[in-house]
């Protein structure tokens, strides 16, 4: 089984849709990621939690907003969803012990088409 | 994080070394060397780092010269399911603030029979 899971691995909403994406993680990490990754652009943080009381901005957070449920979810709301946040969303985690402390580790992704 | 330069392309025949190097000329002492592969639309996936001695896990090999200012990544046996986009990252550990991850535009490894 992964150790990252997203859902939904797709999804086609409308503008004006708010939409929610989902992670679980089952490696027992306390720091959660989401980015989102264009064409010809890379990845880019979104919001990150450092734990169930940590939630920080990244670098592109407007339109976005997130709830770490539990140590193991995080959850990516989108408020009200326009065309430009067509993209394909990446959770990711990473531990702080360990010789792979912060290492992160990465989801399938979620393929998000907005209409 | 210091910035980073690798080849946008790159071809190995299967079965060979693919060698992928990586500058970062302006690494600073606290910065690993991390390497991430990106299958084609698959989640980032983690392969190796290290600091400033060679590295090995089952899955490759990194080689770090002694001044740190460039790297190779060492793929010992490549196979067509190595086909991807290598990224070479440098970055310092627990920085307390956000620990992201800045992906440049990589090397795109394309294995051939």
């Known amino acids: 089984d992964a150790d990252v899971t997203q859902t939904p691995r797709n999804r086609i909403t409308k503008t004006g849709k708010r939409i929610m994406l989902e992670c679980s993680q089952t490696k027992g990490h306390d720091r959660m990621y989401w980015y989102r990754q264009d064409p010809g652009l890379g990845l880019r943080l979104i919001y990150y939690?450092?734990?169930?009381?940590?939630?920080n901005k990244g670098e592109i957070s407007d339109g976005y907003s997130v709830s770490r449920q539990a140590q193991a979810k995080f959850s990516l709301s989108l408020e009200s969803a326009i065309p430009n946040q067509t993209a394909l969303y990446f959770c990711?985690?990473?531990?702080?012990?360990?010789?792979?402390?912060?290492?992160?580790?990465f989801g399938p992704g979620t393929r998000l088409t907005v209409l | 994080d210091a910035k980073t330069t690798q080849p946008p392309s790159m071809d190995c025949a299967e079965g060979r070394a693919a060698n992928l190097p990586c500058n970062h000329s302006?690494?600073?002492?606290?910065?690993?060397v991390y390497w991430y592969r990106q299958i084609h639309s698959q989640g980032p996936q983690y392969i190796i780092h290290?600091?400033?001695n060679n590295e090995t896990n089952e899955m490759a090999s990194l080689i770090i010269t002694e001044d740190r200012k460039s790297s190779t990544l060492i793929l010992p046996h490549a196979t067509l399911r190595d086909t991807a986009v290598y990224y070479c990252?440098?970055?310092?550990?627990?920085?307390?603030?956000?620990?992201?991850?800045?992906f440049g535009t990589g090397t795109r490894l394309q294995v051939t029979l």
């Open positions: 939690s450092f734990d169930v009381k940590d939630i």
């Open positions: 990711a985690t990473s531990g702080t012990s360990g010789t792979l402390v912060d290492t992160q580790y």
């Open positions: 302006t690494i600073s002492g606290n910065e690993y």
């Open positions: 290290g600091l400033k």
């Open positions: 990252i440098v970055r310092a550990l627990n920085t307390g603030t956000a620990s992201k991850l800045t």
